[in-house]
């Protein structure tokens, strides 16, 4: 079965650039796409395609692929920041995978 | 500015059947090219996909829930629908809808428009 791996917490100093992992088989086919999700409310999509932002997201979130590892990259990280983040993607049967998720701490 | 919705008991009994709908509004579910999609998440867990339809009836289902799910779509009503049978703890979730987008050539996916959604405490 598909499978996404996140390290399940990072940490980043404020200001500072953190980069934010999802490894897996499909991310080879397809690209993966990234959700920012704070305590109580909805997941946002943040990150989708190659790298495009739906509207209001801001540019220092930006996102690359390279193998089986997609890279969520947040230049100069806020305080709003602080958030769970979840890549996703799709297999080739069609079937949607999510990763665990990431709690990312910015101190 | 489309908008959607879970509704549904909030409390199902172990071995009964979990149904929930979620109504769009500002958009409609007929819309080319999306198709309407059930995520979930475990208290103090990570998002789990359960299956996504189109409207014109295409369905996608996780493997692993596959057995249990029923997803159906009513376009007259611009709504979509959610069963689950069987259920048990484990299926205490935040049960959330969406609409899923994907590339031209799909080499992507994205759930773009969520709802709020809504807590479901599996308990006798």
């Known amino acids: 079965s598909s499978e996404l791996t996140q390290d399940p917490a990072v940490s980043v100093a404020l200001g500072q650039t953190v980069r934010i992992t999802c490894q897996g088989d499909?991310?080879?086919?397809?690209?993966a796409t990234w959700y920012q999700q704070k305590p109580g409310q909805a997941p946002v999509l943040v990150i989708y395609?190659?790298?495009n932002r739906p509207s209001g997201i801001p540019d220092r979130l930006s996102g690359s692929s390279s193998g089986n590892t997609a890279s969520l990259t947040i230049t100069g990280a806020q305080a709003e920041d602080e958030a769970d983040y979840y890549c996703?993607?799709?297999?080739?049967?069609?079937?949607?995978?999510f990763g665990g998720g990431t709690k990312l701490t910015v101190v | 500015q489309l908008q959607l919705q879970e509704s549904g008991p909030g409390l199902v009994k172990p071995s009964e059947t979990l149904s929930l709908t979620c109504t769009v509004s500002?958009?409609?579910?007929?819309?080319?090219?999306?198709?309407w999609g059930w995520i979930r998440q475990p208290p103090g867990k990570g998002l789990e996909w359960i299956g996504s339809?189109?409207?014109?009836?295409?369905?996608y289902y996780n493997p692993s829930l596959k057995s249990r799910v029923t997803i159906s779509v009513d376009t007259s009503k611009n709504q979509f629908s959610l069963k689950l049978s069987s259920v048990t703890a484990a299926d205490t979730a935040v049960y959330f809808c969406?609409?899923?987008?994907?590339?031209?050539?799909?080499?992507?996916?994205?759930?773009?428009?969520w709802g709020q959604g809504t807590l479901v405490t599996v308990s006798s």
């Open positions: 969406a609409r899923q987008g994907g590339g031209d050539y799909g080499d992507y996916i994205y759930f773009d428009y």
């Open positions: 500002g958009g409609s579910i007929s819309s080319s090219n999306y198709y």
């Open positions: 339809i189109y409207y014109s009836g295409t369905i």
């Open positions: 499909s991310l080879r086919s397809y690209y």
């Open positions: 395609g190659k790298n």
């Open positions: 996703n993607s799709r297999d080739s049967s069609g079937n949607v995978v």
